[in-house]
């Protein structure tokens, strides 16, 4: 079974309006998670880097503000989308790091469709 | 800088035919990992393979064969006899220290009955 949880895994949302998508690690402690954004088409870009008690740290050309992370506990990461526009549409995909696993195993979400309307 | 590259936009075979799909990375760490991953258009992230830096051996996994090339930087992957069901986005990827993954631009694999 999944052991990294992302929900919605489809939501509609008006323009203008903020939505919240949550990932989860479902029986492991991730200190750290990462949210990619994949448009049509195209591949997996990596939006920020989740850091638990503290605040995420963006990649080059990801507006912070826009895109709000909160990693408040061990297995819970939030990305909001704040105002969101069409061009926001996409899917977001989330992955946690198994730091007890050797080797640092990586795990990734269902994903999450966003289009907003 | 780490970067990944699948030069391969889209590849189109007929069933049973095998097929390469080929990735080449660059990074400055001496310590990596190297992945390869299977989306159909559900969307979601099917874990293939993944590989360490300091193991070199090639792999097989039933129709699955990964090739490592550290001398080339190149970590290629052949499904033998391919099927229908094999038709997906797949994608290469590099992991270093810190971390995070970093995917290449992805091959499109149609196989046509």
């Known amino acids: 079974g999944a052991v990294v949880s992302q929900h919605p895994s489809r939501v509609i949302c008006k323009s203008g309006t903020s939505v919240k998508i949550e990932c989860r690690s479902l029986?492991?402690?991730?200190?750290?998670m990462f949210w990619y954004r994949q448009f049509p088409k195209q591949s997996l870009m990596l939006m920020a880097t989740s850091n638990e008690g503290s605040k995420a740290t963006y990649e080059q050309g990801v507006e912070k503000d826009k895109f709000l992370i909160n990693h408040a506990s061990l297995t819970l990461s939030t990305l909001t989308v704040t105002s969101a526009h069409p061009e926001d549409s996409s899917f977001y995909i989330c992955?946690?790091?198994?730091?007890?696993?050797?080797?640092?195993?990586?795990?990734f979400g269902e994903g999450s469709w966003l289009t907003v309307v | 800088a780490q970067k990944v590259t699948q030069a391969q936009t889209e590849i189109s075979v007929v069933e049973k035919e095998d097929v390469t799909l080929d990735c080449v990375y660059e990074t400055r760490d001496t310590t990596y990992y190297l992945f390869w991953y299977k989306q159909p258009p559900s969307g979601e992230l099917v874990f293939l393979i993944r590989r360490n830096s300091f193991d070199e051996q090639n792999e097989i996994s039933g129709r699955y064969s990964w090739n490592f090339q550290k001398s080339t930087s190149s970590f290629n992957f052949t499904i033998t006899a391919s099927q229908v069901v094999d038709s997906a986005v797949y994608f290469c990827?590099?992991?270093?220290?810190?971390?995070?993954?970093?995917f290449g631009a992805g091959t499109r694999l149609t196989v046509k009955p």
């Open positions: 992955s946690a790091t198994n730091r007890a696993v050797s080797g640092n195993t990586i795990y």
């Open positions: 029986d492991f402690q991730a200190t750290t």
């Open positions: 990827a590099l992991m270093a220290n810190n971390n995070d993954m970093r």
